[in-house]
């Protein structure tokens, strides 16, 4: 007859050697199978951020020979992000790129503040539109879509020189 204990039991055992073979652990023993797959998720967190940081650079790289330089932040917030945009020289014709990307990211903005004239700056808080998952769209995401409006409006101005 099989206890509760066992019945149980079971049920753990049987994640137990799910999370040993997922992290390529060959621990015996539940502790060092946690620490092992405790090691295993920080080393993919450490190559997320890695892979992360190249494509930041990447993209800023592939912008960094157009004369305007523009230095992005996004930070997460409670319901949205706040995206903040600056450049020392005036960049006519990039807030088009920029609200075309919260568009296309389906967030709606409630506060901005923009200057165009001497300098490009841009502080706008987007928040997602209600038939959109927040949990679909992340920092990363929106990011990338700033970064790509940027090197969408570059390649344009680039071409009007």
């Not at 992360?52 to 020979?65: C, E, P, R, V, W």
């Not at 945009?85 to 568009?103: D, H, N, R, T």
């Not at 990011?143 to 344009?156: D, G, R, T, Y």
Request: charged share 25%; net charge neutral; hydrophobic share 40%.
């Amino acid at each position: 007859m099989v206890s509760k204990v066992q019945m149980k039991r079971a049920p753990v055992s049987k994640k137990l050697l799910t999370l040993r073979s997922i992290s390529k652990s060959h621990a015996h023993s539940k502790t060092a199978i946690v620490f092992d797959a405790s090691k295993y998720i920080q080393n993919l967190k450490r190559e997320v951020e890695e892979m992360n940081l190249q494509t930041i650079a990447s993209a800023q790289t592939s912008t960094s020979h157009n004369p305007f330089s523009v230095q992005l932040k996004v930070e997460a917030r409670e319901e949205g992000f706040l995206i903040k945009m600056f450049s020392e020289k005036s960049c006519s014709g990039l807030l088009v790129f920029v609200l075309e990307a919260f568009e296309e990211l389906g967030l709606d903005v409630h506060q901005a503040r923009v200057s165009c004239s001497n300098r490009f700056l841009l502080e706008a808080v987007g928040t997602i539109n209600d038939n959109q998952s927040a949990e679909q769209k992340d920092i990363e995401v929106v990011k990338k879509a700033m970064l790509q409006a940027i090197q969408n409006w570059s390649e344009v101005s680039q071409q009007q020189e």
